[in-house]
Structures are given as C-alpha cells and as structure tokens.
C-alpha cells in the first residue's frame, strides 16, 4: 500500500464502542526519530489503550494506524504543540476525603497538564492545592477559558471553597534544578528507586523475567534490525518501548503491534540506527535489549515508607530525554487512593537526577486518619495496579 504525502490525523469512532470494539486512528506525517513516542504519548493522555497498531515510512513520510479502546476525545489536532505556557492555578477550600482526586479530574477532563504540585493542609482542616499546569488547548490566558476552568473546579468541591485563582507563571516552574539537592534522601534514591521490585503482593500481576521476551534478528532485512517482543500488557506499554527507542536515538521503520489473550502482547518492529544502518554490535544490541527489559518489567517505581511516625506514598518514572514526562500519573495516584478511602495530607512532584537519569517523583504524604488503617502493602499494590491499568 502506498503512504499519501498528505499530513493529517483522521480518528474513526467505533459504533460499537461499549463492546469494546477499538476506534482507529490513522497518522499521516513527516517522518522523524521519536514520532512514534510522541504519538503513543498523546494518546496515553487521552486515557486510550492502544490494542494494536501497524506502522509503515517510506523515510520521509510517516502512515501510522492505532486501534485504540476507551473514549477518544474530538480533537481534530494530535500533533505535539510548541513549548506551552506554565499556569499556577490556586485553590483554598475545606479538606475532605477524595478532594485531590475530583480536584485532579476536573483538570485532566478540562485537558490541563498537570506538570508540578504542591499540597499542604492546615491544622484547622484547610487545605491550599497548587497545581502547576499546562493547557492543550493553548486558551487559559483567555478570561473565558480561566473561568470556565474556575466554575468546574468550584462546582466538584461546592460550599466549601474558599478561592480559586489562575495566573501565569512560565515553563521555568517545572526546571529540575527547581528542588533542592537534599529533597530526596541517599536512602530513597538506592533502596526505592532502583532496587525496589514490584509489588510481590500482586497476585497475577507480578512481572518477572519471564515476563518479557526481547530478540534481536538481522538476517530477515537486509536494511534493519528486527527486534521480537513478547511481554504482558500494562497501560502505555507502547509508549514505553517508543520511549525508549527515541532515548536511544533510533528510527522505526515498519512495525506490527497487537494484544493477545490474557493480556499477553507481541511487537514486531524494524529499527535502523540514527546514521541509517542495522544494530549489529553485540554490546548494542544487549544494552538496547537490557533497557527495554527493564523498561517493560517496571516502568515506574513504587513504595510505600514510614517518615517517621507518617507513611509517604513514592512513586517515581523516568523522564525522557526530550524532557518530557510520563501522562496521567499523579491521576492515577490519586484515583487509587480514593478507592482505598485513604486522605491526602500533602503532595509534591519534583524532577531529580538520580544516577544517569532524571526522573519525576511524586511523594505523598498520607493522611491515614482515625479508624482501621489500610496496610502499607495494599496501598502499594492498588496504586501499582492503577498505573499499570490492572484493575
């Protein structure tokens, strides 16, 4: 089949939707390193599934179709916007539980990037949400759009408001060298970043090594590498393998995704380096293969730690390289703790680089109240499971 030199995104809506029948959206573009993560990263923000995809380029142009599930919204326009202004949107109100999740959701349906925040709450059971975010839209410097996204948010937390306020404040909010040093402790960075495994409470949904099947061919093409996938299915699994491939400054040149029973999935893909030739180097190959391993079997980290007489709530995901972070985690975070009725008392993301990599860490703090407390081991499983789409 031939591939059109007409850029556009045309998005098909199922008629079948609530049976699970997949929408199709189909990508026609200039082609680049990284395309795919980009797309694959929009479409994770949208809270779509990918359940396959078929990827051709003709090394100018690019003809991509994902089958997605889920409810894709109306927008016309996927390609990744230039840099976005940084607003801080304040809000003063009385706590309650599962503020920060309505509070949280409200944004993400107002489709408003939430790239830092800051919570803190008050003896006196008041509470002062920070959220520093972006707008897809490109509108919140408009009054209307400003007031609109003021009448939602005071409309999901009612009587108990106390201001809502929108400002600008620039994208060097979100610098990493924004946090101190010493905002993460030696003792964190080493025992629950890189050595923490997934929760071995997870029944079913503990990944291991045999969990993933990653194998590298050059005989079938003369002009690239094939790289085989087999693993289990998790929520941007795509994503993390196109994350990948872009830190490593690889190309996609063909490429068949699709999902297999028993959330079992199976990626074929034809890479070629950035100087236009195949991975032939052993210690290449093994190090490419090492990181996608370890990409698929734990692409976030999860923990839950005592701070004393408190107990913080970590999660922390790699950042890529272009500086962009991981969509709708701090969502996620949030939705699980609602589920399990446990309060937020306060939250912070920050960027660090810890090792050779930075990455984005979200703490929180919480608010485990009077009454039968949630064992530490089920809050890490129930947020685990969220991020990865189990439940």
């Not at 690019?62 to 409810?71: A, D, E, K, L, P």
Request: aromatic share 6%.
């Amino acid at each position: 089949m031939g591939i059109p030199c007409d850029d556009v995104v045309i998005i098909r809506r199922s008629e079948r939707e609530a049976d699970g029948e997949p929408s199709v959206i189909t990508v026609n573009c200039p082609d680049k390193t990284g395309l795919g993560c980009d797309l694959c990263r929009i479409i994770l923000f949208f809270g779509l599934s990918i359940v396959r995809g078929d990827v051709s380029t003709d090394g100018k142009w690019c003809y991509i179709i994902f089958w997605v599930v889920g409810t894709p919204n109306t927008r016309s326009e996927l390609r990744p916007p230039k840099p976005p202004d940084v607003f801080l949107i304040k809000i003063r109100c009385c706590d309650r539980r599962g503020l920060l999740y309505d509070l949280t959701s409200v944004l993400c349906e107002l489709e408003l990037v939430i790239k830092r925040v800051k919570v803190s709450t008050t003896p006196d059971g008041k509470v002062m949400d920070l959220f520093f975010v972006t707008d897809t839209r490109e509108l919140l410097h408009t009054t209307k759009r400003q007031e609109d996204a003021c009448n939602e948010l005071r409309s999901v937390i009612g009587d108990s408001i106390l201001g809502c306020e929108i400002e600008m404040v620039g994208p060097e909010i979100t610098a990493c060298s924004q946090s101190p040093p010493s905002f993460l402790p030696s003792a964190i960075t080493t025992e629950y970043v890189f050595q923490r495994k997934t929760p071995s409470t997870n029944p079913g949904g503990l990944l291991t090594s045999k969990s993933v099947s990653i194998k590298m061919d050059n005989m079938l093409s003369p002009a690239h590498t094939l790289v085989q996938i087999s693993c289990q299915d998790h929520k941007g699994l795509l994503y993390d393998v196109m994350r990948t491939l872009k830190d490593y400054n690889i190309q996609v040149s063909y490429g068949r995704f699709c999902q297999k029973q028993r959330r079992n999935c199976e990626l074929d893909l034809f890479i070629m380096q950035a100087d236009g030739k195949k991975i032939v180097a052993p210690s290449k190959q093994q190090a490419l293969s090492a990181r996608l391993e370890a990409e698929l079997l734990q692409p976030l980290r999860v923990a839950v730690i005592s701070r004393g007489p408190d107990t913080e709530l970590l999660v922390a995901n790699p950042v890529e390289l272009s500086g962009k972070g991981r969509p709708l985690v701090f969502y996620d975070i949030t939705h699980a703790l609602q589920m399990l009725k446990t309060g937020i008392f306060s939250a912070e993301i920050g960027r660090h680089m810890i090792g050779d990599r930075e990455w984005e860490v979200y703490r929180i703090l919480l608010d485990e109240g009077e009454g039968q407390l949630t064992p530490r081991e089920k809050i890490e499983e129930e947020v685990w499971k969220m991020l990865m789409g189990w439940n």
